[in-house]
Every structure is written in C-alpha cells, then in structure tokens.
C-alpha cells in the first residue's frame, strides 16, 4: 500500500513538472523545470570537482572515507538536461551510506546526440573501474546509459561492474510496451508524446533498436545482477519490467519491484518520501551484499 506522502508528492509532481512540460516539447522549458528542481542536497558529504578518464564529473564521499565501496553513477535528465550537481540529491544519499561515488558529467543532446553521452559514459568508466571493483548506477536516461555502458564493456573485454541499480531505466526507443497508453495519462510526470518527441533529438538518426539505444533489444547474457525499481503509473514501467524479463531469461540475477502511485524517480524525494528511503536502502544493501560476494569469491 502506497503512503498518503506518495499520493501527495505524486500529484505535487503532476502540477509542478508534467503541466510545466506541456504537450509539446520545449528544451529550455525542460532544462528550467529539472534542473529548478528544489531538492535539497544531503549533508555530511563532500561534492569534489574531479574528473576521471578526461571527462568532468563530481565526486561524492563522507570527509575522510576512503574505504566504502565504490560507485559509479549516471544521473538521468532525459539526455538533454540535468548534471551531477542537480542529482547530488541521489549521490549525496548513497555517500551518506558509505559509498564513494563519481558522477560524470557527459555531454548532453541535442547538441551532443548519440553516441557522445555513451562515449562519455564509457571512458569515464573505463578509467574509473581500472581502479579496483566498482557498482554502477543509473536513474531515468542515466539508467538506459548504465546498461549500454555495460553491453558495449561487456564486448570490449572492459571491466564490468559488481552490480548494477537502475531506477525507471529507459530501455526502449521504440515505445513498445504496454504502458505507454495504459499510463499516458496516470503518469504524473510525463505525456508520452513528449517523450516520442524528446527521442528523435538523442537519436541523432540511430536506430532506435540498436541495444546501445535501446537496451532491452540487446544480448543481456554476461551481465552482472541488477536491480529495477520502478513506479507502477509510469509511461516506462514496462521498460523495466521487460527488460527484467528478458535478463532473467538470459541468465541474469534480477531484482525487480515495483511500486504503487510514486512518480518517475521518487528516490529523489527522499527526505519527505518513505517510498523513497525504501527504494535506497534496498539499493544500497544490492549493492553491498554484491560487493562482498565478488570479494570473497
């Protein structure tokens, strides 16, 4: 059963972004509305300037912790809007439970279509994991690029990660799943055909069912275990809910939920939100349960 905070925040997101977004789409409006996102950033942590693999980014940590597991993270934003600082509530909150994060700041379309975030995402990857083991994590755009970060790591003979969180990952282009019309209008922070819109633009004429675009058509075999959490309202609640389907059948550990009423990536809201709190703690002990077990084996 949802919390009375859940249906409050989910209609406060209906008024202060989805009716903001509009019908049509509007790039600027949509930088202004996420990244005016008045979020607080959690305390008791450092955001670093930093840079790994020549691409910018920030780093997250508590002051003096320099043995918490490591995380990699892709912050969401529809692929033309946000940055790490912007999402400095969701690292902020995995630093709080002794993670240290990067969060790299890649370039964004439409300015940048694909494969430049991609490009990014994958260097900054690349260099980072050279380091020691690390989780990647991923919400909204940022979780599409966490899995076509790992199909093409995977691929490459790179690295791959321990584990892998992924909060309402978009992983088809195409728009396939059900729940493009049975939540057109349930979703309270986008109009489908906004985002139908918004895909041309990071498409940059790929083919919307390449697996580094759309990940749920890839070869998920090989992939280390996932987590989906994702709210049953969204116009992308089938994005995870297939892409679980498909791992599993291919091998993969998956653990899928999802939640009642929350809007798309509710996590941030997890100062006020106990669906939020939930959904990060049980990330975050995926994520260390993971961690040890690739330590001991």
Request: aromatic residues 10%.
């Amino acid at each position: 059963m949802a919390s009375l905070r859940a249906h409050v925040f989910a209609w406060m997101v209906r008024r202060n972004v989805r009716d903001r977004l509009g019908r049509q789409l509007d790039i600027a409006r949509m930088r202004r509305t996420f990244e005016g996102a008045a979020f607080i950033a959690p305390r008791g942590v450092r955001y670093e300037p930093g840079e790994t693999g020549g691409i910018p980014g920030e780093w997250v940590r508590r002051p003096g912790d320099g043995t918490g597991p490591r995380l990699f993270y892709l912050h969401g934003g529809g692929f033309v809007a946000c940055s790490p600082r912007t999402h400095r509530p969701m690292t902020g909150a995995f630093a709080r439970r002794g993670f240290r994060v990067f969060a790299p700041a890649y370039r964004l379309a439409p300015e940048h279509p694909f494969p430049a975030g991609l490009e990014d995402a994958l260097a900054a990857w690349e260099a980072f994991s050279a380091e020691g083991p690390a989780a990647i994590g991923g919400d909204s755009a940022g979780g599409n690029l966490a899995l076509a970060l790992m199909l093409r790591a995977r691929d490459r003979g790179l690295p791959l990660p321990q584990a892998a969180i992924l909060f309402s990952p978009a992983t088809d282009f195409v728009g396939t799943g059900a729940s493009y019309i049975e939540n057109g209008q349930r979703d309270a922070m986008f109009d489908p055909e906004v985002l139908r819109a918004l895909a041309p633009l990071y498409l940059g004429g790929a083919d919307p069912i390449d697996p580094h675009v759309s990940p749920l058509y890839g070869d998920l075999a090989g992939l280390p275990p996932l987590l989906l959490h994702v709210g049953a309202r969204e116009v992308l609640r089938d994005d995870s809910v297939r892409l679980a389907e498909r791992a599993r059948a291919a091998g993969v550990t998956v653990s899928l939920r999802v939640f009642p009423v929350v809007p798309h990536v509710w996590q941030f809201a997890h100062a006020y939100l106990p669906e939020a709190r939930t959904s990060l703690n049980a990330a975050s002990t995926f994520l260390t349960v993971h961690a040890r077990a690739g330590a001991e084996a």
